[in-house]
DNA sequence: CGCTTTAAAATACGATCGTATTGCAAAACC
DNA sequence: GGTTTTGCAATACGATCGTATTTTAAAGCG
């Protein structure tokens, strides 16, 4: 048999290429074909590490959620040892946000996949939510609060994806919320 | 020539069979011929109202926001003579939640289109994000707080449509909300 | 009434889709 | 070192896509 692969690095290549054509055509422009001619590929080895279209959707979908879970795992860890709940809250929700030209890429592609697993039936979501949720809970003063903070956030970031709001303007909403908040 | 037809009707009764489509399958099993099934007539016909596809979602859009703004400004007229500005408020965006079942079919329509619109290069999308802002802001005591609200509407609306949310939850945060800033 | 215009259907066309199938060369294994 | 397994490419297949073209029939108008 040829070289044993690295088969999840080959996977994220190929999931990388279907990133960088939903976040500049759409989800609508994610063939097999296209990905593969973006990842400089076969459509044969496409198949091969996906047995279907959707088997890579859902692994795209994946890996656009790790990455999102690695930075801000990286942010709140750079702030030091003992930050104060505040500073770990909003930096949790700017690193979440759609403001740099990488995270907006991201946020592109997330939306379209929320465009597209809203109709799937089931299976394919996590429940992520939940987890953040009660991440954000725990640091606010009042933890009802949280479910406010997360919508806020998602919204913020769908206007700025959008383009009616820009990041400075959404930034200032945050504070304005946090210092009600706090 | 055959009998003089009201085209506007026409059109919408094809852009109400897409969003149908659209809301049960997705904006990607949005197609032509999809679209001319579920209404009921000919690919031809579709083809006779709208010379394009792209004509064709652009018109449903533009229906979709037509429905929301008519479903506010009725909700707004039934509150009687000078309501509350936070009555007014609130009930602006508990209209514009997907609480019920034809509203959240009309947003995962608007949901889908997002997703579509977001990497179109321009031209399609309106701004009624502006003049909502604009509204909200008469509303607030502090008008600089519109944006934070809109958002946080937009926000519980997604969870609310993805599923992540119950309509009870999203009622409970956003009364928070307006207890804060009222 | 006959001509013309137009709503609507039917069909055709080439491109692209997802996927199945087949072929082949390279390396791991006995 | 031959055999077998596996990574990957190539190609084929039928379905469906958006749209162009052609036809049919009905009604407005002189």
Request: cysteine-free; glycine content about 6%; overall charge negative.
């Amino acid at each position: 048999m040829p070289k044993q692969v690295d088969v999840r690095e080959r996977r994220t290549l190929i999931a990388d290429a279907l990133m960088r054509v939903a976040a500049a055509q759409g989800l609508e422009a994610v063939s097999v074909r296209h990905v593969a001619a973006a990842a400089g590929v076969s459509v044969g080895m496409v198949q091969h590490y996906f047995r279907t279209k959707d088997e890579m959707m859902v692994f795209a979908l994946d890996v656009v959620r790790d990455r999102n879970q690695t930075r801000v795992t990286a942010a709140l860890s750079a702030l030091g040892p003992d930050p104060q709940p505040r500073v770990m809250l909003r930096t949790l929700l700017v690193t979440i946000l759609p403001l740099d030209e990488q995270s907006r890429a991201d946020g592109l592609v997330a939306l379209a996949f929320l465009a597209y697993t809203a109709v799937r039936p089931a299976g394919v979501k996590s429940d992520d939510t939940a987890q953040m949720l009660g991440f954000i809970a725990s640091l606010l003063p009042d933890p009802d609060a949280a479910v406010g903070v997360l919508a806020l956030m998602e919204g913020l970031g769908m206007y700025v994806l959008g383009g009616q709001y820009t990041a400075e303007q959404a930034l200032t909403a945050l504070d304005a919320q946090l210092d009600l908040l706090f």
